[in-house]
């Protein structure tokens, strides 16, 4: 069993920050790569930002060098961080974690973040 909750959204302005955090709480996140995923405004879902158990981490063209992902294993709960700089309004949407590849069962409420110009 599993539980994914995201935190962190808000309003903010074109070239302001935010930082997204997620709990992940049971075992099974663990042991798998963790993703950060948004939806747009009439867009499906898409992965921006991959953490490897490894620490390795790749990100999608549309945020590389402004937003950075990074993970802390804890005892029986994972937190996944996403920070963003830089932002532009079309990163606007909510914002969930889940595992790469994604676990269905686990999709939390995500995190609404919106970009004004």
């Known amino acids: 069993q599993g539980q994914l909750v995201e935190s962190g959204g808000g309003l903010v302005q074109a070239g302001g920050s935010l930082r997204l955090s997620c709990a992940a709480s049971g075992s099974i996140f663990r042991f798998l790569s963790m993703g950060w995923y948004r939806q747009g405004p009439g867009k499906q879902r898409e992965l921006v930002a991959t953490?490897?158990?490894?620490?390795?981490?790749?990100?999608a063209d549309s945020v590389k060098g402004r937003f950075t992902s990074y993970r802390d294993n804890g005892k029986n709960t994972v937190t996944v961080y996403l920070q963003m700089n830089s932002l532009k309004p079309d990163d606007t949407g909510v914002y969930y974690c889940?595992?790469?590849?994604?676990?269905?069962?686990?999709w939390g409420q995500g995190t609404q973040v919106t970009v004004s110009s």
């Open positions: 953490l490897t158990l490894s620490g390795g981490t790749n990100y």
């Open positions: 889940n595992a790469v590849p994604p676990q269905a069962p686990y």
